[in-house]
C-alpha cells in the first residue's frame, strides 16, 4: 500500500517541509533510460550471483555478464546495482580486532595539547 496514497501528498509534505509540487512533478516524471536498463541488468546480475555460489564479487560479475550475457557494464555501475541489491562478493580472510576496548574502563575527557 502506498503510504502518500492513505494520508494525502499535503500532509506529508508539511510534516516534512516539502514543497507538494516538487513531490508532485517527481510522482508524474517518466521512468529514463538508465532506470530501465538498470531494471533489465539487476535480474542478470542476481542470476550470476547466485549461479557462482554468492561468492563473485563486482570484477568477477562483470566478467561473466561479458562471458555469458554478452552485456559490457561499467565497474562504478555495477558496484551500485550490486549495493542496491545488498549483494556483496565473498572475502577470502577475516578481518583481525587487535584491540578489544574495555567496556567499563574510565574514557579521557577532552584534552586540549
Known amino acids: 500500500m502506498a503510504t502518500h496514497r492513505h494520508l494525502g501528498v499535503t500532509a506529508i509534505c508539511r510534516v516534512l517541509d516539502v514543497n507538494v509540487s516538487s513531490?508532485?512533478?517527481?510522482?508524474?516524471?517518466?521512468v529514463t533510460a538508465r532506470q530501465l536498463a538498470d531494471e533489465t541488468l539487476k535480474p542478470l546480475i542476481v542470476e550470476s550471483f547466485e549461479a557462482n555460489y554468492r561468492a563473485y564479487g563486482r570484477r568477477k560479475i562483470q566478467a561473466a555478464l561479458r562471458r555469458e550475457h554478452g552485456v559490457i557494464v561499467d565497474h562504478d555501475r555495477l558496484?551500485?546495482?550490486?549495493?542496491?541489491?545488498?549483494?556483496?562478493?565473498?572475502?577470502?580472510?577475516r578481518t583481525t580486532i587487535t584491540t578489544r576496548p574495555d567496556p567499563i574502563a574510565a574514557r579521557p575527557g577532552h584534552r586540549i595539547w
Open 79 to 93: 558496484a551500485r546495482l550490486m549495493r542496491e541489491l545488498g549483494i556483496r562478493g565473498a572475502t577470502r580472510t
Open 23 to 30: 513531490v508532485r512533478s517527481c510522482l508524474a516524471r517518466p
